[in-house]
């Protein structure tokens, strides 16, 4: 993998808040509490939370349990969730995606946190989370030697990721998105409680269909062929079709407050990571 780019990154700093979305909160009313020293406010208390932390006082006054939150000082946690399914193998997806991924880690390695970076496909393959330059460079080796295989269980993946995180963190999604609809919708609905980041990686073929007249189609997941004739009328189906798919990704994650990037695998790395300039998660140094 080529590393230059990371001199660039170093311009870069990852932010640690990011707003709530006033569209869908899910069950958070924040992002980032816990047992801190700056009482922000109160909630309802919830099952599973520390019993320690509601405030008799105001149960005396109300008769309801209310937990006293707090801000809390705590290091950042970078989930990177990276598709490695076969459809990633496509005209540089995956190798396009790696990139992205070790460019977030670079990110949080630089301010000392913590990242994580887990392949998926049918299957979670989570990373355990690391800090340092040595761990990361450890990690772009074993991605280097990745293959991308197999199908993708998106809604599945999200369901589990949300289970395994107990803290909210900051979760990079990188992928084609190239599934379901409705599922792919579900799942930045699941991992929404969380500074999400959604990185929607795609070829140049796939968003422009430069394909025309009799044509073997294969789908790399299932190994299925299709064998074809593209008309002109076809094309500009299949394009009103991935911008009406992209577009409802792009509204989704606009509802929940996470931020959304649409990246072509010929424009250059470091672009990508300018663009996130004007957006919450990075920010100018």
Known sequence: MDTEF???LDRFSLLVRKRVSTAYSGGRKSLRFGHGISPVGYREYRKGDDFKLVDWKVYGRTEKLYIREHEEERSLVVHILLDGSASMGYEGKFGYACRLAAG????ATSENEKYA??????????GEPKRGRRNLFQTIEALDRTTPRGGTGLLAI??????????TSLVVLISDLLGDTDDILSSIYRLSGHELVVI????AQETEMPFGGDIKFVDLESSLPLITRVTEQERQEYLRRIAEHNDRIRAACSQVGADYFLVRTDRPIFEAFSEMLSRTVVRKT
């Open 104 to 107: 977030f880690a670079y990110l």
């Open 6 to 8: 990371f001199k660039e």
């Open 158 to 167: 999200a369901d589990q990721v949300e289970s395994l995180l107990k803290t």
């Open 200 to 203: 929607q990686v795609l070829a």
């Open 117 to 126: 970076i887990s392949l998926f496909c049918k299957k979670l393959y989570s």
